[in-house]
C-alpha cells in the first residue's frame, strides 16, 4: 500500500530512484528488464544492484519474474515513489500527509505546498494516484504467467495516460468551471487544490434547490466549453456553504465523441436522480437538457455567467476573484511549459538528479516513529 510507500520512500536514495527510472525506461521496451540493462544504464556493479533490486522487491516497489527469463517491472508503489520523488524535486509538494481518499482507481493523499513566491503561509494539497489498470502484488505473477510472452503489461501507461488526460482537461477547465484549481502532474500522479467542502453523496443540504441550479449551471459551463464530465454523480461533486466543485476528469468527452448525446444525458440523468431521491425534487430531464446545452447568452468571456451566487445561509455575493485566478493560471501555464516532462526526458531528469539525497525530503508530516524507523532503515542504505 501506498502507507508503506511514504515509509520506505524515506529509505531510498539516489541510486535506489536510478534504478527505479531505470526500470520504467526500460519498461518501454522490454516486458521484464534484465538486470543486464539496468546494469547499463545504472552504471551499478551487478554486485551492488543485485542487493539493492532485492531491497526494492522486498519493498514491494518492484516485481521479479524469473520465468520465462529473470527480469524487473516497477510496481505502483514504486511508481508512486518515483511521481513523488518528482514533485518534491520541483517544489510542487515539500511534505506528505496522510490517505484521505480511495475511489475506484485512484488513491488520494494530503500533501503540503509551499506558497508561489513564498507569499503566505505552507498549504494543504491533494495528490492524485492513478491506478488504472490496478492488480495486486500476487495478481501480477498470476496474470504474467497467463500471459506468457505475449502481451506487454501496461498498467503504467494506463494509469499516466489518466492522470495527463486528467491534468491536461483540468487546466483546460480552469477556472471557468469551478473544479479544484490543478497544479502539478507527473506520470500518473496529479497535485490540485483541496476540494471546498464534502461529497454531495454525504452531505444533507438545506437548500437543496440552490446547489442542484448550481451543479446543472456547472455543466452547462462545461458543455459550452465543448467538454462533458461524463462520470458525474453525487460521488465526483463537492458541495461547500456557497459553491459546488466538480471533481474526478479522466473519462471526459468532447463533444464531438459518437455518443455525445447519451453521455450528457446520463450525466444529468445522474444528478437529478439524486435530488429526487434524496430531496424529492422532481425535474423534467429533457426539459434540464435542453437548458444545459441551450445558448449560454449571459456566460462572459471566460465562461461565468454574471450572475449573483447565494449562500446556503441567505448571504448574496458576487463573484470577483476571477482576474486573480486567470493571473494564477497564466503564470503556472508558463512555469509548466518550461519544465514539460515527456516520456523520454524522465531519464535526463532523474539522470541530473546525481547529487540529490533521499535525506532533503522534508519529513515534517511523517509521525516520530516513522521518522525513527526511516533513519534506522538509512543504515541498511550507507553499507553500501
Ligand atoms: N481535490 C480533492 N479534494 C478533496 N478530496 C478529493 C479530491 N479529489 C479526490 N478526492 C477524494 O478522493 C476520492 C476519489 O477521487 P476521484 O477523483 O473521484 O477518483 P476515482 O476515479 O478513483 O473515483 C473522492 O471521492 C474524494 O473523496
Ligand atoms: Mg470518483
Not at 464530465?229 to 464531438?256: G, R
Not at 446520463?266 to 425535474?283: A, C, E, G, P
Not at 471566460?302 to 449562500?311: A, T, V
Not at 535525506?359 to 511523517?366: A, D, G, M, V
Amino acid at each position: 500500500m501506498i502507507d508503506d510507500v511514504l515509509k520506505v520512500f524515506k529509505k531510498l536514495d539516489a541510486k535506489d530512484f536510478r534504478i527505479l527510472t531505470g526500470i520504467e525506461t526500460g519498461m518501454k521496451h522490454f516486458e521484464w528488464v534484465p538486470i543486464e540493462e539496468l546494469n547499463k544504464y545504472t552504471k551499478l556493479p551487478f554486485e551492488k544492484l543485485e542487493y539493492r533490486l532485492k531491497r526494492l522487491v522486498r519493498d514491494k516497489l518492484v516485481v521479479r519474474s524469473t520465468q520465462p527469463y529473470e527480469g524487473f517491472q516497477i510496481y505502483f508503489e514504486g511508481y508512486d515513489a518515483l511521481a513523488l520523488n518528482a514533485f518534491v524535486k520541483r517544489k510542487s509538494i515539500s511534505a506528505i500527509g496522510d490517505e484521505v481518499g480511495v475511489g475506484k482507481e485512484s488513491v488520494i493523499f494530503e500533501a503540503i505546498r509551499q506558497p508561489e513566491l513564498a507569499i503566505g503561509e505552507p498549504y494543504p494539497v491533494i495528490i492524485k494516484f492513478h491506478r488504472e489498470g490496478r492488480t495486486s502484488f500476487k495478481q501480477i505473477k498470476r496474470v504474467r504467467e497467463h500471459l506468457g510472452d505475449r502481451e506487454h503489461f501496461s498498467w503504467v501507461y494506463a494509469a499516466r495516460l489518466a492522470a495527463q488526460r486528467e491534468y491536461e482537461i483540468m487546466t483546460r477547465l480552469y477556472p471557468q468551471v469551478s473544479i479544484p484549481k490543478p497544479l502539478d502532474q507527473n506520470r500518473h500522479a496529479i497535485v490540485m487544490e483541496i476540494a471546498k467542502g464534502s461529497l454531495l453523496s454525504k452531505t444533507k443540504l438545506l437548500d437543496p434547490e440552490w446547489y442542484l441550479d448550481e451543479i446543472l449551471r456547472q455543466v452547462k459551463i462545461t458543455y459550452s466549453l465543448g467538454v462533458i464530465h461524463a462520470d458525474l454523480s453525487e460521488y465526483n461533486i463537492f458541495v461547500s456553504e456557497d459553491s459546488v466543485q466538480l471533481i474526478d476528469w479522466p473519462q471526459y468527452v468532447t463533444l464531438d465523441h459518437p455518443h455525445a448525446e447519451e453521455i450528457l444525458e446520463r450525466d444529468v440523468s445522474n444528478i437529478l436522480t439524486h435530488f429526487s431521491r434524496k430531496y424529492d425534487i422532481k425535474r423534467e430531464l429533457e426539459e434540464t437538457i435542453r437548458e444545459v446545452k441551450s445558448e449560454t447568452g449571459k456566460i462572459t468571456e471566460d465562461g461565468r455567467e454574471d450572475i449573483e451566487i447565494k449562500s446556503n445561509y441567505g448571504t448574496v455575493e458576487k463573484l470577483d476573484d476571477e482576474e486573480e485566478s486567470f493571473e494564477e493560471q497564466t503564470f503556472e501555464e508558463e512555469e509548466l511549459e518550461a519544465e514539460e516532462f515527456e516520456a523520454e526526458e524522465f531519464e535526463a531528469e532523474e539522470f541530473e538528479a546525481e547529487e540529490f539525497e533521499a535525506e532533503e525530503f522534508e519529513t515534517e508530516n511523517l509521525n516520530s516513529e516513522d521518522l525513527k524507523k526511516a533513519t534506522s532503515k538509512k543504515e541498511i542504505t550507507d553499507k553500501d
